[in-house]
């Protein structure tokens, strides 16, 4: 049972270190010291030797906490998922001082594309250019769209 007020020192505990106090003052005798030392080594000498292999380099293990594993997956993945949407955001993006027409129905492109000719004389082609790099093993780094009017009229 602990004291109510831990300034005052146990009773037992001072009995104690009283009958203690007296063995402070033994010292063993250098015999008995190197007696004791020699069947120390003598025991630990017939121990097996615990030998630790060499291991390279490459092959040692790291021992990594949990937490920094999983957030060091959600970054790769995250990254990953980023880079992903940027390449196909660049891929569909117009390539810089050039501008890609708007995307419209088939009707308004007609609408716009036909000059104010009568239909008879008139014979017009939409042609679409697309050119790009892809490379093996990676996929495709550029790509650009083109829309090109031609005139078979003339």
Do not use: C, F
């Amino acid at each position: 049972m602990k004291p109510d007020n831990p300034i005052e020192p146990d009773d037992d505990l001072t009995d104690i270190q009283e009958a203690l106090s007296v063995l402070r003052h033994i010292r063993s005798s250098p015999a008995a010291t190197s007696r004791y030392r020699m069947i120390v080594d003598s025991e630990l000498a017939l121990l097996p030797a615990v030998r630790v292999p060499s291991v390279p380099w490459w092959k040692r293990s790291v021992r990594v906490p949990l937490p920094v594993v999983v957030a060091a997956g959600i970054l790769l993945i995250l990254s990953t998922w980023t880079a992903q949407v940027s390449r196909r955001l660049n891929s569909t993006a117009a390539p810089e001082g050039r501008s890609q027409p708007p995307v419209t129905n088939t009707q308004d492109m007609q609408r716009d594309i036909e000059p104010s000719r009568p239909d008879s004389e008139q014979k017009y082609e939409l042609a679409l250019s697309v050119s790009g790099m892809y490379l093996r093993g990676v996929g495709p780094l550029s790509t650009e769209t083109h829309y090109v009017i031609k005139d078979l009229g003339q």
